[in-house]
């Protein structure tokens, strides 16, 4: 099992510029969900899916957008990258949204991005 | 401000010590969970504690859960330099719909 595979590891954007941010697991987990990870605040909830064609708002939603068309794949697009959103982006996964369970929640490597 | 404040932000100690780090919080959390994270990596799971007032223990560390579920704590004994690393909390508040939040993490440094 590769686990949660994240591409690319690093990208750099001009302002305005957009992209997507790849995110997959070979698992066969429910629940994916993407973080942003910035200096001193922690890891923030951007979007989820509880499965395919499902996907929710979590804590900082705007200025992505996400879509999940098959169980294993999850990607993150910038429609128009702006500085703020430099950062580095983790993708995770779980069997389901039950952190009640003993179940894990496997994460990424990350995707450095910087916004100029 | 955070939901979930973790303390001390920074702490280097010597190795062989024993440290205790904090994740604090006014609100509920349903289930509370601690991760490490190396640089350059995605966190790593450690523990999830459920029942308030739960001990867990893994090898050299000790997780607690506050009796009301609002805080929790991890302390570790004769650290290592191997558990040198940003160690986080996070936990489902329940008055948020559930939804995950980490707080900011204690950036542990264990000199040999």
């Known amino acids: 099992n590769a686990g949660v595979t994240q591409t690319p590891k690093f990208q750099v954007l001009k302002t305005g510029q957009s992209m997507t941010l790849q995110c997959a697991q070979d698992?066969?987990?429910?629940?994916m969900s993407w973080y942003r990870q910035d200096p001193g605040m922690g890891l923030r909830l951007i979007h989820y899916s509880v499965g395919a064609g499902i996907t929710d708002q979590g804590e900082v939603p705007n200025g992505y957008n996400v879509s999940r068309s098959t169980t294993e794949d999850f990607p993150l697009r910038l429609l128009s990258a702006a500085p703020s959103q430099t950062s580095v982006y983790f993708c995770a996964s779980s069997r389901d949204r039950d952190y009640t369970s003993t179940d894990t929640q496997y994460f990424g490597p990350g995707t450095r991005l910087t916004v100029l | 401000t955070q939901l979930l404040e973790q303390s001390p932000q920074f702490l280097s100690i010597q190795e062989g010590e024993n440290l205790t780090v904090y994740c604090n919080s006014s609100?509920?959390?349903?289930?509370l969970q601690w991760y490490r994270q190396e640089p350059g990596e995605g966190p790593v799971l450690l523990v999830t504690?459920?029942?308030?007032?739960e001990v867990k223990k893994l090898k050299r560390l000790t997780f607690q859960f506050g009796d009301a579920r609002k805080d929790s704590s991890l302390h570790i004994t004769a650290a290592q330099p191997g558990d040198t690393g940003l160690y986080l909390c996070a936990g489902e508040a329940v008055y948020n719909n559930n939804d995950m939040r980490f707080g900011a993490g204690t950036r542990l440094t264990v000199k040999p």
């Open positions: 504690v459920v029942t308030g007032g």
């Open positions: 698992m066969n987990h429910e629940y």
């Open positions: 609100s509920v959390f349903s289930s």
